[in-house]
Nanobody
Framework: QVRLVESGGGLVQAGGSLRLSCAAS???????????MGWFRQAPGKEREFVGY????????YYADSVKGRFTISRDNAKNLVFLQMNGLTPDDTAVYCC?????????????????WGQGTQVTVSS
């Protein structure tokens, strides 16, 4: 069973920064480089929203317009880690943030394109 565990969430003031981590583990042959990785978020009362994704090699990233220029996704395949650096946070960024893994190719922006999900970490931005 593949397991994804997020960490790094918390409470931050508007304009602040947080760095989320996603640790992948599980089957012995699984490495995070086998999958493209995505980040999603879900605010209370709202639908899950795509935040961004990073390719297997880490060379290609893609971001939702709402976070472009403020958020950066990176990965360390040697350590099976994926990161979401969030700068310039606003109260609208308040949500539970989840990482997800997809074995597909291309830019996968929909949740049903991802096979494995973490439980999420809460990010709360105060005004």
């Amino acid at each position: 069973q593949v397991r994804l565990v997020e960490s790094g969430g918390g409470l931050v003031q508007a304009g602040g920064s947080l760095r989320l981590s996603c640790a992948a583990s599980g089957r012995t042959f699984f490495t995070s480089s086998s999958y493209l990785m995505g980040w999603f978020r879900q605010a209370p009362g709202k639908e899950r929203e795509f935040v961004g994704y990073i390719s297997r090699t880490g060379i290609t990233t893609y971001y939702a317009d709402s976070v472009k220029g403020r958020f950066t996704i990176s990965r360390d395949n040697a350590k099976n880690l994926v990161f979401l650096q969030m700068n310039g946070l606003t109260p609208d960024d308040t949500a539970v943030y989840c990482c997800a893994a997809s074995g597909q190719y291309g830019v996968i922006r929909t949740a049903n394109g991802y096979e494995y999900w973490g439980q999420g970490t809460q990010v709360t931005v105060s005004s």
